[in-house]
């Protein structure tokens, strides 16, 4: 069964810093657009940031942008989410996921649907 395995989650004080990893297990997503998505309580799983295949291509949302960085390493078979300078309204769920569309069709449309695999979600809390 093929599954994404997210990691680096935690408690940190506002201001401070986290690097989420995602390593999928089963099989090989050096090919697939991936992305991060958080779930805060009470509140609809949101995109947050994309990468392409190769990593030289990615999209963030705004309230992200400047402070998280996504990047993978597709020899080791993982896809990062630095965190930095966050803030309390950055705790939620964070979830890595795949998607086998184009980048081009994936930066456009930015559907959860699209979404074929999934982590299990790890929980990151920031603290004011």
């Known amino acids: 069964q093929v599954q994404l395995v997210e990691s680096g989650g935690g408690l940190v004080q506002a201001g401070g810093s986290l690097r989420l990893s995602c390593a999928p297990s089963?099989?090989?997503?050096?090919?697939?657009?991936m992305g991060w998505f958080r779930q805060a309580p009470g509140k609809e799983r949101e995109l947050i940031a994309l990468?392409?295949?190769?990593?030289?291509?990615?999209y963030y949302v705004d309230s992200v942008k400047g402070r998280f960085t996504i990047s993978r390493d597709n020899a080791k078979n993982t896809v990062y989410l630095q965190m930095n300078s966050l803030k309390p309204e950055d705790t939620a769920i964070y979830y890595c996921?795949?998607?086998?569309?184009?980048?081009?069709?994936?930066?456009?449309?930015?559907?959860?649907?699209?979404?074929?695999?999934w982590g299990q979600g790890t929980q990151v809390t920031v603290s004011s």
């Open positions: 996921a795949a998607t086998g569309q184009t980048w081009a069709a994936a930066a456009r449309s930015r559907n959860i649907r699209e979404y074929q695999y």
């Open positions: 990468i392409n295949w190769s990593g030289s291509s990615t």
């Open positions: 089963g099989r090989t997503f050096s090919s697939y657009v």
